[in-house]
């Protein structure tokens, strides 16, 4: 019976977590949409240079799947509040306002990321806002225009970026029960930061390639937009394009630039993102060449072995060349045939050939007696605990005489209290 509750009780909670991820998939899936018609809205009216009935078409479409979208989003929140209140996080007289999930300054909530998925490009509106601009080809202020149009779709693009970066929790797995279970366990609150660090250490590649390509994308379109009217080069994506990856890349050829504010600004944000994916490249090439301990022991290992065989061979030569100028002596006192000591009145040491072995072999000798940290912690370990077993023997070896004093005086009283029994009881007899 308690089995069978547990898995009554259990699976709610499974099928509600399931729904939470396909309705955030969902909702992604139409701010894609969204994002997708509007640039083509914007691509259309610059063809034909003005917005048409197609255009209109395009963003009555827009609005459609952004209403949805908001519908969704809130569905969202509201299977959220009933999670927490299954997961014995939120009070039971909680409610979506008093919970923090509609509006809160310290995590995403329904209010912000609505207003945010709200703008899109109006329908049957679109209004043209001129802009003044520094040309530095005619080094004077020159005004351009950019559409309401062209305006929400760049706002777009970046707004709707928000809602993949809050997919990543569903795709680092953070949303699980057992993930929610080691976090609680832990003490660790389950955010998207931490969810963007998971992924960034489970798949750098993966996160940083995917992250460029996107921001490219939609750098190159906002240069474009801005730049269409003012320089002739940067009417066109690829160009745009390039662009944003020599900005990304820091290098900056000169064959194109930004004029206006917003070009600037894009530019400025393809830099600072080529910085950071930079520094991050670099962290993460020197954390794969890292080794394990397990591996750094391999490599002592190998290491060792390896001097060790080069200080033998070291020993070899210094025995050869003792033995040789031991010879050359014998030689020489032989020859002469003067009763001289084998080595003679000069010592040994004067040999060149002996010296330089000698010497050889002193160095690497004393480059191989380095200590090992990890030898010397081992070793530091095995000191303490014998330090830490020699006083808690002596402390049982305290108790121990202390236990024999009070036995023996035990004894001593119970002795004395018998003596008196039984002079009472010749006493009495």
């Known amino acids: 019976m308690q089995s069978k509750s547990a898995t009554k009780a259990v699976l709610p909670m499974r099928v509600l977590d399931l729904k939470l991820a396909r309705n955030f998939t969902v909702v992604l899936i139409l701010a894609v949409l969204g994002v997708v018609i509007s640039v083509t809205e914007v691509y259309w009216q610059w063809h034909h240079g003005e917005s048409d009935a197609t255009c209109e078409v ?20 509201r299977r959220k509040f009933e999670q927490l209140k299954a997961t014995n996080e939120l009070l039971p007289q909680d409610t979506l306002l008093s919970s923090g999930l509609f509006v809160s300054v310290r995590s995403w909530s329904l209010l912000p990321e609505a207003l945010l998925c709200l703008v899109h490009p109006p329908p049957f509106i679109n209004v043209e806002l001129t802009l003044p601009y520094y040309d530095l080809r005619r080094t004077t202020t020159l005004p351009t225009t950019l559409t309401t149009d062209e305006l929400c779709t760049v706002f777009m693009m970046f707004a709707r970026l928000v809602i993949l970066v809050r997919y990543l929790p569903y795709l680092a797995g953070l949303t699980a029960k057992s993930a929610r279970a080691f976090a609680n366990f832990n003490h660790l609150p389950l955010t998207t ?66 004029q206006t504010s917003l070009g600037r600004l894009a530019a400025s944000l393809a ?15 020197i954390r794969t060449m890292e080794l394990s301990n397990s591996e750094v022991r391999v490599n002592n290992l190998i290491e060792s072995s390896a001097a ?71 070793f530091q370990e095995v000191l303490d605990t014998r330090t830490r077993v020699e006083h808690r023997l002596g402390d049982v070896e305290q ?17 004395e209290l018998l003596q008196k029994n039984l002079k009472y009881l010749k006493h009495l007899s």
């Open 58 to 77: 395009l963003k009555l479409l827009v609005s459609f799947f952004t209403l949805w979208l908001l519908a969704f989003l809130l569905l969202y929140y």
């Open 193 to 258: 930061w931490l969810s963007v660090r998971m992924t960034f250490q489970r798949h750098p590649v993966r996160l940083l390639g995917g992250a460029t390509l996107l921001l490219l994308g939609i750098l190159a379109f906002t240069m474009q937009v801005a730049e269409r009217r003012v320089n002739e080069g940067l009417g066109h994506y690829w160009n745009c394009m390039w662009l944003a990856v020599v900005s990304m890349t820091g290098i900056g050829f000169g064959d194109y630039y930004p």
């Open 271 to 285: 830099f600072a993102w080529g910085a950071l994916l930079a520094a991050l490249l670099v962290m993460t090439a």
């Open 308 to 378: 060790r065989g080069r200080l033998k061979q070291c020993a070899a030569f210094y025995i050869q060349a003792a033995w040789a100028a031991y010879l050359e002596r014998l030689q020489r006192s032989q020859s002469s045939m003067v009763a001289v000591s084998l080595l003679g009145n000069e010592p040994l040491h004067a040999d060149a050939r002996f010296c330089r072995t000698m010497r050889r072999f002193r160095q690497l000798r004393k480059e191989l007696m380095k200590p090992s940290d990890v030898l010397h912690a081992i």
């Open 399 to 415: 108790k121990l005489e202390e236990m024999d004093a009070k036995f023996e005086h035990n004894i001593a009283a119970m002795n």
